[in-house]
């Protein structure tokens, strides 16, 4: 399989982006677009946090039952979450149901609170200046970078779980803060002249 594909539509794109129609859309209209907003970002970094271990796609599949589990990922309302709404999430077979991750999402959005600038904006701190040039397969797209590192070491010191830099820089790929897309892609933006 080649990093870039035709798809049914006739357009270039990113190969794993042409897998599935769910993966099309996410692909074409959100993945590597640039996201700001602190209840946005909390939304993300929890979905990458539940899928370590399991595909995005289930994830991705699952996203509304989280969205609606997760009071729409409303930062103050997911941190004011008690016992009685870990149970009521370990009982919902729309979302993924495991226990560690269910408490990091609260613990995370709780240490959003505390964040005197925002979530957004001690994310979006991290992010790296553009590349020279978009990458021409996934080979050259790293799993982490040393500003994911960081990222995750800044996350992990004022409370945040479940943000290794792995799992940083999937959540820097899916917003925007890196943009992957390879050369060719329709979603891409043309090379710099």
């Known amino acids: ?18 897998s599935t129609p769910d993966y099309a859309v996410y692909h074409d209209t959100e993945w590597g677009r640039p996201l700001c907003g602190d209840d946005a970002l909390y939304e993300r970094m929890t979905l990458e946090a539940f899928q370590s271990g399991l595909s995005w796609l289930t994830i991705l599949r699952k996203r509304p039952a989280f969205r ?10 997911v941190a004011a979450f008690a016992e009685t709404d870990i149970a009521r999430l370990l009982a919902d077979a729309g979302i993924v149901r495991n226990r560690a991750k269910i408490e990091a999402a609260i613990a995370n959005a709780r240490a959003a609170l505390d964040l005197p600038d925002g ?32 990222m995750a070491k800044a996350l992990k010191k004022r409370g945040f779980r479940f943000v290794g830099p792995t799992t940083a820089y ?5 917003t925007g803060m890196v943009d992957d897309h390879l050369a060719g ?7 710099a002249t």
């Open 1 to 18: 399989m080649t990093d870039l594909v035709i798809g049914a539509d006739g357009l270039p794109r990113c190969a794993w982006g042409a």
């Open 68 to 77: 609606q589990a997760f009071d729409g990922f409303r930062i103050e309302s």
């Open 119 to 150: 979530l957004s904006a001690l994310l979006w701190s991290f992010a790296p200046p553009p590349r020279p040039a978009r990458p021409t397969s996934f080979a050259e797209v790293p799993a982490l970078t040393a500003e994911s590192t960081a």
């Open 170 to 174: 999937a959540l820097m790929q899916a």
């Open 185 to 191: 892609c329709h979603v891409s933006a043309p090379e």
